[in-house]
């Protein structure tokens, strides 16, 4: 059932959407410690859209993997509207889970689901019935311009289209945060393009939240209100950048100054990691 | 023609065209090398033994005795192997305290059990469906097994990010995942339950298609026992291609399915 939660926030105190208070992870492996992320902070008001970059191995698939409920901390804590998402013994907090949606980096879809079953899987688990979850999923689907494919499976489908059924799926249980890695990594530039308008109407009509990681600089700028800078071993927070352009922004923007000016500081200061 | 058109058409060019082959060479054979027809008869004599046989009642009633016990074992096999093979999957300190046995087992002679089964269960049908169904049971379950062992981490994770129950992602994930190995399973499984019923009627009882052919190699009869192999081929093949019909029923998304009919060459 989509039981909306009793927001701990009263009006002019708005708690933020999420809270991340010196957040670190260590791996202990074979060979040795990997200390993957540390010390992050991070703050997240409601709608904002937050875009996380940094080189490969910095650490931003494994913190997104604990803002999303998969992978618990070893340091500090993880807020969702002020209430602690890591409970102990490594438990999360199934209330705070509800509210998210995660877009993994591979689709992930179920290959034995149709496109449409797809999608309408985390309403199933929720027990919202057959008629309503179906009616709900093809709405979905026409939302992320897959009308027409509904009945398909996944492996019909071209990369684009699977990624963006997975997107319609996490949105599917209308979560106020939304989780994607690198959701648009496999595509080439012109699909990405697209996908990114895409998302930007999404998001905007949904009104999520969204942390979003991508190897992308434009992308991050384009889509996002703040990019965070992250810098590896072990992962940390170098710097986060407003990105304040008025939305819903169109693809001109890209060729203004203003735009590359932030695209290049954030180039260069990626190129200056040794 | 297309490519894909050429291999869909190759099989029913190929596999009469080998069978024609095959029986001229054996006319050409037994009947140059004049070798005595009780011992090795030429393709004709074989071919009215097998008119004759599919005339007789007793011949059918037989089919009957061995199709059953291939089926109840069969399905014997299949539900204990599903069961058997999630539980051993899913509680790891249970299949690695029983992993010896489960091999040992494994590699046993099972037809030498027969005898015993013989003196356990009777002359009757219960001793071939306990042979057919505990040759079937081992495929099956070693591939269900592996097909829950085999979830991709990445589905897991789908299933944890939208909170789902340990039974939701049982019925949802784990039973849906494995189903194309449970399948893989079966038709193995079917070769073996078919096997199993037959050995069991050479070995014990008067009944089944086994026995007919115990009764016609008695009495020297070689071409009635030719008809009879080749009807009993004909058995299992039909066996075969009904599981291999619901596997395409039921897992039509599978490579296994699905890149059969969307070969493009
Ligand atoms: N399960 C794990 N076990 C051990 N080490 C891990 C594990 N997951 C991640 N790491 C380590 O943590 C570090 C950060 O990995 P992470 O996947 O978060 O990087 P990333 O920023 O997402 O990289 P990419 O851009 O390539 O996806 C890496 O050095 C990696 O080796
Ligand atoms: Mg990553």
């Given at each position: 059932?989509?039981?909306?939660?009793?927001?701990?926030?009263?009006?002019?105190?708005?708690?933020?959407?999420?809270?991340?208070?010196?957040?670190?992870?260590?791996?202990?492996?074979?060979?040795?410690?990997?200390?993957?992320v540390s010390g992050i902070d991070l703050t997240i008001q409601r709608g904002e859209f937050v875009a996380l970059i940094g080189r490969s191995g910095c650490g931003k698939t494994t913190l997104l993997r604990m803002i999303g409920g998969l992978l618990a901390p070893t340091a500090g804590t993880i807020e969702v509207d002020g209430k602690s998402l890591w409970r102990e013994n490594n438990h999360v907090d199934s209330s705070?889970?509800?509210?998210?949606?995660?877009?993994?980096?591979?689709?992930?879809?179920?290959p034995w689901f149709s496109v449409l079953d797809n999608i309408a899987l985390p309403l199933k688990l929720r027990g919202v019935g057959k008629k309503e979850r179906r009616a709900r999923a093809a709405d979905l689907a026409d939302l992320v311009g897959l009308s027409g494919f509904e009945r398909s499976y996944p492996r019909e489908l071209s990369g684009g289209m699977r990624q963006r059924a997975a997107i319609a799926r996490a949105l599917s249980t209308e979560p106020e945060l939304l989780l994607m890695d690198e959701p648009f990594g496999a595509l080439d530039a012109l699909?990405?393009?697209?996908m990114n308008l895409e998302l930007q109407r999404i998001v905007l009509e949904t009104t999520s939240t969204v942390v979003f990681v991508t190897h992308d600089i434009p992308e991050?700028?384009?889509?996002a209100d703040r990019v965070v800078h992250m810098t590896p071993r072990p992962g940390r927070i170098r710097q986060i950048l407003p990105a304040d352009?008025?939305?819903?922004?169109?693809?001109?923007?890209?060729?203004?100054?203003?735009?590359?000016?932030?695209?290049?500081?954030?180039?260069?200061?990626?190129?200056?990691?040794? | 023609m297309s490519q894909s058109r050429m291999l869909k058409i190759l099989p029913w060019i190929v596999t009469p065209s080998l069978v024609v082959l095959i029986v001229v060479a054996w006319h050409v054979i037994v009947t140059t090398l004049n070798v005595n027809t009780f011992i090795f008869p030429p393709p004709a004599m074989v071919w009215d033994s097998l008119v004759t046989l599919l005339g007789e009642a007793r011949t059918w009633e037989a089919v009957g005795v061995t199709v059953t016990e291939v089926l109840i074992g069969f399905s014997i096999a299949v539900v204990a192997g599903l069961i058997v093979g999630v539980v051993?999957?899913?509680?790891?300190?249970?299949?690695?305290?029983?992993?010896?046995?489960?091999?040992i087992s494994q590699v046993a002679p099972k037809v030498a059990f027969v005898p015993l089964f013989v003196i356990w269960f009777g002359f009757g049908l219960t001793s071939k469906v306990v042979l057919s169904a505990l040759l079937a049971f081992?495929?099956?379950?070693?591939?269900?097994?592996?097909?829950?062992?085999?979830?991709?981490?990445g589905h897991r994770e789908v299933m944890q990010s939208f909170n789902a129950s340990r039974g939701q992602t049982f019925l949802?994930?784990?039973?849906?995942?494995?189903?194309?190995?449970?399948?893989?399973g079966m038709e193995v499984g079917i070769v073996l339950a078919t096997i199993g019923a037959i050995v069991g009627e050479y070995l014990g009882g008067n009944d089944g298609l086994g026995n007919l052919v115990v009764s016609a190699m008695n009495s020297l009869d070689a071409a009635r026992t030719f008809a009879l192999i080749i009807l009993l081929s004909l058995i299992g093949l039909v066996l075969y291609l009904i599981v291999n019909e619901a596997k395409r029923f039921f897992i039509p998304w599978h490579e296994s399915v699905y890149g059969l009919r969307n070969t493009t060459g």
């Open positions: 059932m989509l039981t909306p939660t009793i927001e701990t926030s009263e009006a002019g105190t708005e708690t933020p959407r999420l809270e991340i208070k010196g957040v670190g992870r260590d791996f202990h492996t074979k060979a040795g410690v990997t200390h993957a705070a889970i509800t509210k998210l949606g995660f877009v993994f980096q591979e689709s992930n879809l179920f699909t990405r393009e697209r991050a700028v384009f889509l352009f008025p939305k819903p922004r169109a693809v001109d923007l890209q060729t203004t100054p203003e735009f590359n000016d932030i695209v290049r500081s954030l180039r260069h200061d990626l190129d200056e990691e040794e | 051993l999957g899913k509680v790891h300190w249970l299949e690695l305290s029983l992993r010896p046995l489960i091999v081992f495929p099956v379950m070693l591939n269900v097994l592996l097909g829950v062992r085999s979830v991709e981490q949802q994930l784990e039973m849906r995942s494995l189903q194309p190995y449970l399948f893989a």
